[in-house]
């Protein structure tokens, strides 16, 4: 196995001067070495060619002993020292000190291409950051996470990328739902790559136990590296670096809305620099369309994560940032500045990328009010939002503007009670339909141009939870089929493939409440 290792995180940056690896309060380190926990019985489920040839591994790589022993943290290749990373975060709005990585393990950086990578495992063992946990994954949450990162890059959005999906032949003790009933559940590990795993919390650490020189010196190491359009040695480079974070993080995020993706746990410890997305837990997409929903149970009562409010939580989160880079910035207004430009630029674009949806490329006067009225009638009668927008673009202009009843035999298949649709909801709909035909008569574009338009920015198949349950209970019987299918359906997801239209469809009703398709954990 060839590989180019480029370590820089573990080189260029101070290290925690303890070995041991027990739970404890790093201070004045970016990073603790460990060793990953020797698997008893590892086994590769699943790996991603299309990843593998990223960092610079071909097809026998993927079939040998030393990718299933590297990969699973059984062995270390020779030269690398893995780590793992000090960082703090405000989780569900509250500042909880040091978090860590308490279950990743950076493996080895590797250089391909002119592209530099970090090899991360999740589920490989404990490190200083565990708390008292085991930092251990099960298969159930590793296997979401396997497919769901290669899932949104192939959907367009920024992502980590997964190297492969590994069981350990051990047993993982959780508790799926936290009410008090752990049961063992099979273990595994994911290969998780990405350009680096820096996150907004790795600069509140600091700044909270008011570490400036490090504070300063990992910013400096941040730009170097990963943003080399920014003049290292000028002195706004701070600022220009934080307006970097702030333009790719509301892209991200314009991405999520744009599937209705639902991230389930947007806490500061999980927001990449890179604005990619990271830590896959409890995600989820949206169903029957509701600007209210989270997956995550632990976010129930409060349902900060809905959403509706993805939006405002990385506008939330970017101030975090700005806190934590005022020390070494030491003015407010460039990065007051910074945040407002953010937040303009995300409500222009989030009406761009809505109309998009709904195949109109230019901006009218009206158009908040047919986006807002769209979303009023999605929720008055429950509508599939993946299928609503892909059918969509089968609408014939000329027989909405005559005939809105065209519009809800269109996308009929989209709803999950078609009983709702009478009275004032049939109404509310019709009057859209009528009000949306309109506004295409005045767009006067051809419908295969708007259908083609549409059907690339409105996916046709998403990794529904109920998807990704299914391959879960498959691969926990030994069958790993399913895992692979879901994978190629879902690396080409604005396509019609023909022989996967079962997966067009709404969510069964046997998933409507079930564990793992509607609620989930973080441990999920």
């Known amino acids: 196995m060839n590989l180019k290792i480029t370590d820089r995180f573990n080189?260029?940056?101070?290290?925690?001067?303890?070995?041991?690896?027990?739970?404890?309060?790093?201070?004045?380190?970016?990073?603790?070495?460990?060793t990953p926990r020797h698997p008893s019985a590892p086994n590769?489920?699943?790996?991603?060619?299309?990843?593998?040839?990223?960092?610079?591994?071909?097809?026998?790589?993927?079939?040998?002993?030393?990718?299933?022993?590297?990969?699973?943290?059984?062995?270390?290749?020779?030269?690398?020292?893995?780590?793992?990373?000090?960082?703090?975060?405000?989780?569900?709005?509250?500042?909880?000190?040091?978090?860590?990585?308490?279950?990743?393990?950076?493996?080895?950086?590797?250089?391909?291409?002119?592209?530099?990578?970090?090899?991360?495992?999740?589920?490989a063992g404990a490190t200083p950051y565990s708390r008292t946990a085991d930092g251990l994954a099960v298969l159930r949450s590793s296997l979401r996470e396997h497919l769901c990162s290669e899932a949104m890059y192939h959907l367009g959005i920024p992502t980590n990328?997964?190297?492969?999906?590994?069981?350990?032949g051990d047993q993982v003790v959780r508790d799926v739902l936290y009410d008090g009933h752990p049961r063992p559940e099979p273990g595994a590990i994911v290969c998780r790559v990405a350009p680096s795993f820096i996150r907004f919390g790795s600069f509140e650490i600091l700044a909270s136990r008011n570490?400036?020189?490090l504070l300063e010196m990992l910013a400096d190491y941040t730009i170097r590296h990963f943003f080399p359009k920014i003049d290292g040695s000028s002195p706004s480079r701070y600022v220009d670096f934080f307006s970097a974070v702030c333009q790719s993080t509301i892209e991200m995020v314009l991405h999520w809305q744009r599937v209705g993706f639902v991230h389930g746990v947007m806490n500061t410890d999980n927001m990449s620099i890179h604005g990619e997305t990271i830590d896959y837990g409890p995600y989820g997409w949206l169903e029957g369309f509701d600007s209210d929903w989270t997956p995550n149970t632990t976010d129930r009562s409060h349902r900060r994560y809905r959403f509706g409010n993805q939006p405002q939580i990385a506008l939330w989160n970017l101030v975090c940032l700005a806190n934590a880079l005022?020390?070494?910035?030491?003015?407010?207004?460039?990065?007051q500045a910074a945040m407002d430009q953010a937040q303009a630029d995300?409500?222009?674009?989030?009406?761009?990328?809505?109309?998009?949806?709904?195949?109109?490329?230019?901006?009218?006067?009206?158009?908040?009010?047919?986006?807002?009225?769209?979303?009023?009638?999605?929720?008055?009668?429950?509508?599939?939002?993946?299928?609503?927008?892909?059918?969509?673009?089968?609408c014939e202009r000329t027989q909405l503007e005559s005939n809105p009843s065209h519009g809800l035999e269109v996308v009929q298949d989209a709803l999950y009670e078609p009983d709702q649709l009478s009275g004032e909801v049939r109404q509310q709909w019709q009057a859209w339909f009528l009000a949306y035909g309109r506004r295409l008569g005045?767009?006067?574009?051809?419908?295969?141009?708007?259908?083609?338009?549409?059907?690339?920015?409105?996916?046709?198949?998403?990794?529904?939870?109920?998807?990704a349950q299914l391959a879960i209970d498959a691969a926990e019987e030994g069958d790993n089929a399913l895992i692979e299918e879901l994978h190629r359906l879902l690396t080409a997801p604005y396509e019609e493939q023909p022989e996967s239209e079962r997966w067009f469809a709404k969510r069964p009703d046997w998933a409507r409440h079930k564990v793992g398709c509607s609620m989930l954990s973080c441990s999920s």
């Open 442 to 467: 005045a767009a006067a574009m051809a419908d295969d141009i708007r259908r083609r338009q549409m059907n690339g920015i409105n996916p046709k198949y998403v990794l529904r939870n109920y998807m």
């Open 211 to 213: 570490e400036l020189k």
């Open 161 to 168: 990328r997964s190297l492969c999906l590994i069981s350990t």
């Open 326 to 335: 005022y020390p070494i910035v030491r003015e407010a207004a460039p990065l």
């Open 44 to 123: 590769v489920l699943h790996r991603s060619l299309e990843v593998a040839r990223l960092i610079g591994l071909n097809e026998e790589d993927l079939e040998s002993d030393d990718f299933v022993e590297i990969f699973s943290g059984a062995k270390q290749l020779p030269g690398t020292k893995p780590y793992a990373m000090c960082y703090g975060g405000h989780q569900f709005g509250s500042w909880a000190g040091q978090l860590g990585d308490g279950r990743a393990i950076n493996l080895m950086e590797v250089e391909h291409a002119g592209k530099h990578w970090t090899l991360q495992l999740k589920g």
């Open 11 to 34: 080189q260029e940056l101070p290290a925690d001067e303890s070995l041991v690896n027990q739970p404890r309060q790093v201070s004045d380190a970016a990073f603790s070495f460990v």
């Open 346 to 394: 995300f409500n222009r674009k989030s009406t761009e990328m809505q109309l998009a949806k709904l195949g109109v490329t230019d901006v009218l006067p009206g158009d908040g009010e047919l986006i807002a009225q769209l979303q009023l009638a999605l929720q008055a009668a429950e509508t599939d939002m993946t299928l609503f927008y892909r059918l969509l673009g089968n």
